[in-house]
Each structure stands twice: as structure tokens, then as C-alpha cells.
């Protein structure tokens, strides 16, 4: 039986990622192109970028909240990085500058053996993959999502460590087609190794529950309490204390931890038919 379209895009998609992998000349244009518009657009203040290694297999863990944060990842790094990206993405016209530029697809909310297969292949190969651990983005700035543990079992089957990291300042971004002018600010922090003699354990949890993602939490909170220099110099000569002092008490709580949510589209869907079954029963009750 012949394969359906889309099915049989996805498995080329998967083969050019792990047998040809990034087009250097298309990749060096865009991250210059990049660097040029979104420095120069957004304040962006990286940190921490010496914890990504320079060679060797490695896997990238942020937080999502815009579809620019894969961007900013690669603007802090100096070496080709490799996305799982929403299978969706992949069936528009820009799919295949995405391929060529490193991304790969990834069926999202069920296990995709073929998007594994590609990471590890990459892996093996001394790549840098990046995986966003909630699956989704999170457009909410006080919160994050529960993580999936895909980045676990990558580390767990490679061996490569996960350098957690924490963005902030991509959050509702966008003014119709015009980003909001922000401060963005990328941290990373260092290399948590896969521990795989660890006997009686569920070894994914503990990395990725208990090791990885408290990093991002208390690491994201920390950078949402950041005044930043314009705040800090208002502070300095009496003014914006009270927004100082916010962010200061911002500083001692940790973001919201939301659970594993799933698809945005498909969260929309669900609060569009529970609005509209709240709506008629309420007419219901009215007409009554």
C-alpha cells in the first residue's frame, strides 16, 4: 500500500536531516541576516554560553514561549544547531527552508520513533540538538509547563549531556505582524549529565524532573526579576523603586508550573467549545 502524501514528506524530511543535515551556505546568511535584524531590534542579553560545548553531542533544553526562541538559541551559539520542530511546520511552503536550515519534524503529543531516530543519529554524529521540553509554546509570563521527557531519553540512549536553559521577554511578542520591542534574555546553565547507573530509578524522571527543569524554573524566575540597567539606573536616583522592588519579590517565587500541556491550536479548540457549551447553557437556563 503506497504511503499517504504527507507521511511519505515526513520520512524524506527525516532522511535529508540525517544524511545531509544543515546547508552551511543558507545557514551562515540567515543567522547573519538574524543577528543583524534581531540585535538590533531586541535588547538580548545571553549568558552562560560557555556551558555549551564547542564540539561533541549535546542537547539544548529551554523554555518556549515564542516561535523567535529557536532564533535566539542559535544567535548565542557559534555552532550549527539541529531543532525538533512541530511536524506542522513542515507542510507549508517555508518546510523545506526550515529542513535546510536544521530543523526536523516531530509528531507532537504521541511517540514519534522517527523523529527520536533522527536526534539520535544526530547525536552520534556530535551534533547539537535542541528540544523544548514542554512541547508546546507557553504564552503565560508568570508560568511554565510541566516537562516531557523526550530530552531525558535522548540523553539516557546517547549519552550526551542537557545544558538547561531559561529564556525570557518573548512572551505575547507580537503586535500583529510587528514584534513588540523587548528585552530578551537567554541563560544557560551547566551540562547535567545523564546518570545511567542508577539501579531501582526511573532515571528520565529523576534528569529531567528532578535535575533539569527545577534549573530552567529557578533560572527563568531569576531573569524575570532582573530590572535590567534602564530600571536599575531609575532605582539609583530615586525613581522606579516601587518596579524594582516587584521584581525583587518576583525574584523569591518561582514560576507557575502549569502540567503537560498539549498543543496550542488544539488548547484553543478545547476553550472555544467549552466557552460555546458554557453559552448554550446558558441560554438554556435563560429560555427556561
Not at 37 to 61: C, D, K, N
Not at 66 to 80: E, Q, T
Not at 204 to 216: C, K, M, Q, T, Y
Amino acid at each position: 500500500m503506497a504511503r499517504p502524501p504527507a507521511e511519505f514528506a515526513e520520512q524524506r524530511a527525516h532522511a535529508y536531516a540525517r544524511e545531509r543535515g544543515v546547508s552551511r551556505p543558507l545557514y551562515a546568511f540567515v543567522r547573519l541576516l538574524a543577528t543583524v535584524l534581531l540585535r538590533s531590534w531586541f535588547r538580548l542579553r545571553i549568558t552562560g554560553a560557555e556551558h555549551v560545548p564547542a564540539e561533541g553531542a549535546a542537547i539544548v533544553a529551554p523554555n518556549h514561549k515564542n516561535f523567535l526562541d529557536a532564533f535566539f538559541v542559535g544567535l548565542a551559539v557559534r555552532r550549527y544547531v539541529r531543532y525538533m520542530a512541530k511536524v506542522e511546520l513542515f507542510k507549508g511552503p517555508l518546510g523545506r527552508l526550515f529542513l535546510r536550515l536544521g530543523a526536523f519534524p516531530v509528531r507532537r503529543g504521541e511517540a514519534d520513533a522517527e523523529a527520536v531516530e533522527t536526534a539520535l543519529s544526530i547525536l552520534a554524529r556530535g551534533g547539537l540538538v535542541v528540544v523544548f521540553p514542554e512541547g508546546t509554546r507557553v504564552e503565560q509570563p508568570d508560568a511554565l509547563g510541566s516537562p516531557h521527557h523526550g530530552a531525558g531519553r535522548l540523553a539516557l540512549d546517547s549519552g550526551a549531556p542537557i545544558i538547561p536553559a531559561a529564556i525570557t521577554g518573548t512572551s505575547h511578542l507580537w503586535r500583529g505582524a510587528i514584534p513588540k520591542r523587548r528585552r530578551v534574555q537567554l541563560a544557560f546553565l551547566p551540562p547535567v549529565a545523564p546518570d545511567a547507573d542508577s539501579p531501582g530509578r526511573d532515571q528520565v524522571s529523576e534528569l529531567i524532573d528532578e535535575r533539569v527543569w527545577p534549573a530552567v524554573q529557578e533560572e527563568y524566575g531569576h531573569l524575570r526579576a532582573n530590572p535590567g540597567l534602564i530600571a536599575a539606573g531609575l532605582a539609583a536616583i530615586g525613581l522606579g523603586g516601587g518596579l524594582l522592588a516587584k521584581r525583587q519579590l518576583e525574584a523569591r517565587r518561582k514560576p507557575r508550573l502549569l502540567g503537560k500541556l498539549g498543543p496550542r491550536k488544539l488548547r484553543r479548540q478545547n476553550a472555544r467549545h467549552r466557552l460555546l457549551k458554557r453559552v448554550r447553557s446558558l441560554h438554556r437556563f435563560t429560555g427556561a
